[in-house]
C-alpha cells in the first residue's frame, strides 16, 4: 500500500483529499504546514508527497527545496498542488524540485494518473 | 461833358502831322517797351501805351485777341477816348477788327461810317486794323482810331504794322514761355502727386487723393473715381469730388452704362463735349447739369481696375488735346498706386484674418525661424505656459519649456518640424513656474513660396484628459482586482461543495443508497458550472487588469487537438453531434502558450456543441502562409444574423438573453478566447449564416513570443 504524505493547511481540503486518496487504497498521513510537513517527511518514509504551495510557517516551495536538500527525502516524488491555473506556479515549482504539479480543484482521476507515474512500480 | 472830356483832351495833346523821324523814334521806343514786357497782357500793354502815348495823333489803341475755345475776339488792352473795360468780347461776325482775322492783310478804312460792317460806336472818323500773327498763326488784331476820316497816311501804316509785328513775335515768346512754364508746373505738380500717392496704402485715402490730384491737375469742377468689382462686373463708384447736393458715392454701374462703363469696355479714354446730348449717357446720371465730360479707364497692363470722370459746369470749358495728354500721364499711375492699395489691403484683411484665428485659438501656438528662436505666441500660450510673448520671443523654445527629461525629445522633435516632417507628440511641458503640463503636441513647417521659414509648434493642454483617463483606469483595475479577489474567495468553499458531493457520491454507492446519488450529480455539475463561471470572470479581469501573462512554449499541435477533442467528447455527443478533426496530423509544432490555447479550443468546441444538434463539428488545422496557423472550428448548427455577430464577442453578450437560459454558459468564453488570441498576437473572426451553422477561424503566429 503506498504511503503518501499530504501536506494542506486547508482543513476541508484535507480531509476531502485524504478520504478520497484512501478509499482508492492509499495509505496517507497529513500535515498542516511546511514545517511539519518537512519534518514529517524526513522522519518517515513515504513514497510520494503531494505539497500545497501557499503553506503557513514554511511555504511550499521552500519546504520543497529543505526536502530535495536532505538526503533522505532527495528522491522522493512531489507533485505541487497551486490553487491558481498558473503556468508561472508551475514553473516555479518545478524549479523548486517538484517532479509534477496538479491546479486545484482537484479532478481526481487527472491527479491519479499523475501519481501513477511517479509512483515506483514496487508501492503500486 | 463827361464824354466829351477824354475826345477833348486826346486832340488837345497831339499834334496832327508828327514828323517821319519822329515816328522812327517813337517805334524804337516802343520796340524797347514790348520786349520788355514778359506777359501776353504786358506786351498788349506796351504795345498801346507806346502807340498812344507817342504823340502820334491817335485817338484810341486797342489790341484783341481771339479766344480759341469761342473764336471770339477779347480786349486786352486800350487807351484813347472810348470806354473799353478789359474782357470786353466781340462775337466772331462782328466788326471791323475782324477783317485781318479772316484774311490775315491790314485794314485801312478811311471813313468807318461807310463800312457795312460798322457797328455804331463814338467813332464816326477812320480806323486801321492790324493782324497780330504768332508763330505764324493770327492769334489777334491791333485796333488803331481816329475821330477823323482820312486820318492814316501809308507812314503810319507801316508803323502800325512794324507794331503789331513786334507785338506778335513778343505774344509768340510770351506764349512759348506761359506753355513751358506750364508743363514744367504739371510735371512737378504729377511727379508730386504720384509721390504722394505711392507713399499712401489705405485704399480708401488713396481714392480720395487720386482724384483730388487729378481734379487739380485738370483744373475742373468735379471728378468722379470708380473701381472695378470684376465678380460682379461692375463699376462702383468709390470717390467724388464736388457732385451736387446728392453724393454719387455707391452707384454702380454695368460694363458698357454711361461714360465710365463705356471706357471700361472700350479700354480706351472718352471726351464728350456736351453730356446731356450723349446718347450713351447712364440714366443714373439724368439730373446732373454737365456739359463736357472727360473720362479715362485705369488700366494695368490691359486688365481694368476702374475708371476717372472729369466734367466742368462752365459750358465754356472744354477738354482738349492737352487735358487728354495729362491723363494719358496720370492714369496709368493713379491706376497702379490704386492697385498698390487694394491689394495692400487685401493682404492686410487676410493677415488680420489669420491673426485673429491664431490670437483666439484656445490650442497654445509659438512660431519658430529657421534657428529655432521664438518668433511669435499666442495669447493660449501665454496662460498654458505663464510666460509673456516678450519673455520668450527670441529665446528657443525648448530651453523654456522642456525638462531635463523631454528637453532631448523636443529638440528632436524641433529639428524634425523644421525639415519639413509633422510631428505629433503626447508628453510633458514645464511651465515658467516650474509645473508640468501634459500636452498633445504638434509640430508644423511653415513654408512661404515653397522657401521653409520656420515651424510652427501647436499644444493642447490634456492634463485634464489624461487626469481623467487614469480615473477611469484606476478604476476599472479596481473593479478587475476586486473581481479576482472575490472568485478567488468564492472558489475555496466551491471547491468543497464539489470535492465533498464526489465523495458522497461515492460513498453512497458504497453504502448502497443509489437514490441519492442524482441529487449528488446535481450538486456537483452546479457546482462546476459555477466554478468555470468564476474562472471566466477571473480571466476576463486578470485580462482587463493587464496582468494576464502569456507563457510560450514549443510543443507538437497534433496531441494537444488529441487532449481537446478528448475533452470536448462528452459534450459533443451530448446533443447527438459528430466530431471531425482535419489536418492535425500535418500541423507540426507550435510556439504558443498551450494552456490558452488548449482553453481557446474548447470554449470554441464547447460553444459549437451548444448551438448545434444532430449535425457535424469540424476542428481543421491549416497553414495561413509561413508564419501564421489556423484553427477553424465549424458547425452545422443554428448560426447568426449580422446583428449577432457584432455582439458576440463581448463580455457577458451571448447573441440572446433567451439563447442564453435555453443553452446556458457564461457568454464569456467568446470574449475570452478573442482576448486570449490577441495577447498572443493573433485573432478570431467568425462566419455565419442563420440556420446554415458558423465558422470561427482562430488565427496565432506559428512562433509566438
Given at each position: 500500500m503506498p504511503r503518501i504524505l499530504l501536506i494542506e493547511d486547508n482543513e476541508m481540503n484535507r480531509d476531502m483529499l485524504s478520504r478520497r486518496l484512501q478509499r482508492k487504497g492509499f495509505e496517507v498521513e497529513m500535515a498542516v504546514d511546511g514545517r511539519i510537513g518537512v519534518e514529517m517527511a524526513r522522519a518517515g518514509r513515504y513514497d510520494l508527497i503531494l505539497m500545497?504551495?501557499?503553506?503557513?510557517?514554511?511555504d511550499g516551495w521552500e519546504a520543497t527545496r529543505q526536502l530535495r536538500a536532505a538526503p533522505e527525502t532527495a528522491t522522493v516524488p512531489i507533485i505541487a498542488l497551486t490553487a491558481h491555473a498558473m503556468a508561472g506556479d508551475r514553473d516555479k515549482a518545478l524549479e523548486a524540485g517538484c517532479n509534477d504539479y496538479d491546479t486545484k480543484p482537484i479532478e481526481l482521476d487527472r491527479l491519479l494518473g499523475k501519481m501513477a507515474a511517479l509512483l515506483p512500480a514496487a508501492a503500486q | 461833358m463827361k464824354r466829351a472830356t477824354p475826345k477833348g483832351r486826346a486832340r488837345a495833346r497831339k499834334p496832327r502831322r508828327p514828323a517821319a523821324a519822329s515816328r522812327q523814334e517813337a517805334l524804337l521806343r516802343l520796340s524797347t517797351g514790348i520786349a520788355e514786357a514778359e506777359s501776353e497782357t504786358d506786351v498788349c500793354r506796351a504795345v498801346v501805351v507806346g502807340l498812344y502815348g507817342e504823340a502820334l495823333g491817335y485817338d484810341f489803341v486797342a489790341v484783341l485777341l481771339v479766344d480759341q475755345a469761342s473764336g471770339d475776339r477779347v480786349l486786352v488792352a486800350s487807351e484813347g477816348w472810348k470806354q473799353a473795360p478789359s474782357g470786353l468780347r466781340i462775337r466772331p461776325g462782328q466788326g471791323l477788327s475782324e477783317r485781318p482775322l479772316l484774311d490775315g492783310r491790314i485794314h485801312y478804312t478811311?471813313?468807318?461810317?461807310?463800312?457795312?460792317?460798322?457797328?455804331?460806336?463814338?467813332?464816326?472818323g477812320s480806323e486801321v486794323d492790324v493782324p497780330i500773327l504768332a508763330n505764324r498763326e493770327l492769334v489777334g488784331v491791333l485796333v488803331v482810331e481816329s475821330n477823323?476820316?482820312?486820318?492814316?497816311d501809308d507812314g503810319d501804316l507801316k508803323i502800325l504794322a512794324a507794331a503789331a509785328n513786334q507785338a506778335g513775335i513778343a505774344i509768340g515768346r510770351a506764349r512759348l514761355l506761359r506753355a513751358e512754364r506750364a508743363r514744367a508746373d504739371e510735371q512737378e505738380a504729377l511727379r508730386a502727386t504720384m509721390a504722394d500717392l505711392a507713399g499712401r496704402l489705405d485704399l480708401s485715402t488713396v481714392l480720395t487723393a487720386v482724384l483730388e490730384r487729378a481734379v487739380r491737375l485738370l483744373g475742373v469742377s468735379h471728378g468722379e473715381l470708380a473701381i472695378y468689382d470684376a465678380a460682379a462686373e461692375e463699376l462702383e463708384i468709390v470717390a467724388s469730388h464736388n457732385?451736387?447736393?446728392?453724393?454719387?458715392?455707391?452707384t454702380r454701374m454695368k460694363l458698357g452704362e454711361g461714360a465710365m462703363g463705356h471706357v471700361a469696355r472700350t479700354h480706351e479714354p472718352l471726351l464728350i463735349p456736351s453730356y446731356h446730348a450723349w446718347s450713351g449717357r447712364s440714366p443714373q446720371y439724368a439730373a446732373v447739369d454737365f456739359h463736357a465730360v472727360m473720362v479715362a479707364p485705369l488700366l494695368i497692363g490691359g486688365h481694368l481696375v476702374g475708371a476717372i470722370a472729369f466734367m466742368d459746369r462752365d459750358p465754356a470749358r472744354q477738354f482738349g488735346a492737352d487735358d487728354l495728354r495729362l491723363l494719358n500721364l496720370f492714369a496709368p499711375q493713379a491706376a497702379i498706386a490704386i492697385e498698390n492699395a487694394r491689394l495692400f489691403t487685401a493682404a492686410q484683411q487676410q493677415r488680420q484674418y489669420f491673426q485673429e484665428l491664431v490670437a483666439n485659438n484656445p490650442v497654445a501656438i509659438a512660431t519658430l525661424d529657421l534657428a529655432e528662436n521664438v518668433v511669435s505666441c499666442n495669447p493660449a500660450f501665454e496662460s498654458m505656459y505663464g510666460y509673456t510673448q516678450a519673455e520668450v520671443v527670441g529665446r528657443k523654445l525648448d530651453d523654456l519649456i522642456t525638462t531635463e527629461a523631454t528637453r532631448q525629445e523636443a529638440m528632436a522633435y524641433t529639428q524634425q518640424a523644421l525639415s519639413h516632417q509633422r510631428v505629433k507628440m503626447i508628453s510633458q511641458r514645464r511651465r515658467k513656474d516650474g509645473t508640468l503640463v501634459d500636452i498633445e503636441g504638434l509640430g508644423v513647417s511653415v513654408v512661404v513660396d515653397g522657401t521653409p521659414v520656420g515651424a510652427m509648434a501647436l499644444y493642447h493642454d490634456i492634463t485634464e484628459l489624461l487626469k481623467a483617463r487614469r480615473e477611469a483606469e484606476e478604476a476599472s483595475r479596481a473593479k478587475s482586482q476586486f473581481l479576482a479577489s472575490v472568485s478567488h474567495e468564492l472558489r475555496t468553499p466551491l471547491n468543497a461543495i464539489i470535492g465533498y458531493s464526489e465523495l458522497l457520491e461515492e460513498e453512497v454507492e458504497e453504502l448502497g443508497v443509489p437514490q441519492l446519488g442524482g441529487d449528488l450529480e446535481r450538486i456537483e455539475a452546479s457546482g462546476r458550472l459555477l466554478l468555470s463561471l468564476i474562472n471566466d470572470i477571473l480571466d476576463l479581469s486578470k485580462i482587463e487588469a493587464g496582468k494576464m501573462e502569456i507563457f510560450v512554449e514549443d510543443f507538437p499541435v497534433a496531441p494537444l487537438v488529441k487532449d481537446v477533442t478528448a475533452m470536448v467528447g462528452p459534450l459533443v455527443e451530448k446533443r447527438a453531434n459528430r466530431l471531425v478533426v482535419e489536418g492535425a496530423a500535418e500541423a507540426g509544432d507550435l510556439r504558443a502558450d498551450r494552456t490558452k490555447l488548449t482553453q481557446m479550443l474548447l470554449n470554441l468546441l464547447s460553444n459549437a456543441s451548444k448551438f448545434t444538434e444532430n449535425g457535424t463539428i469540424t476542428l481543421g488545422v491549416r497553414k495561413n502562409g509561413a508564419d501564421r496557423v489556423e484553427f477553424v472550428v465549424r458547425d452545422t448548427g443554428i448560426g447568426m444574423t449580422e446583428e449577432q455577430m457584432g455582439k458576440l464577442?463581448?463580455?457577458?453578450?451571448?447573441?440572446e438573453v433567451s439563447t442564453a437560459s435555453r443553452y446556458?454558459?457564461?457568454?464569456l468564453g467568446l470574449a475570452i478566447t478573442k482576448k486570449f488570441s490577441e495577447l498572443m498576437g493573433g485573432g478570431v473572426t467568425v462566419e455565419s449564416v442563420p440556420g446554415a451553422g458558423s465558422t470561427f477561424i482562430l488565427t496565432l503566429p506559428v512562433r509566438g513570443s
Open positions: 500545497d504551495m501557499s503553506l503557513p510557517e514554511v | 478811311p471813313r468807318v461810317t461807310e463800312e457795312t460792317r460798322y457797328l455804331p460806336t463814338r467813332n464816326e477823323r476820316p482820312d486820318a492814316f457732385i451736387g447736393r446728392k453724393a454719387t458715392t455707391g464577442f463581448q463580455s457577458f453578450s451571448q447573441a446556458g454558459g457564461t457568454g
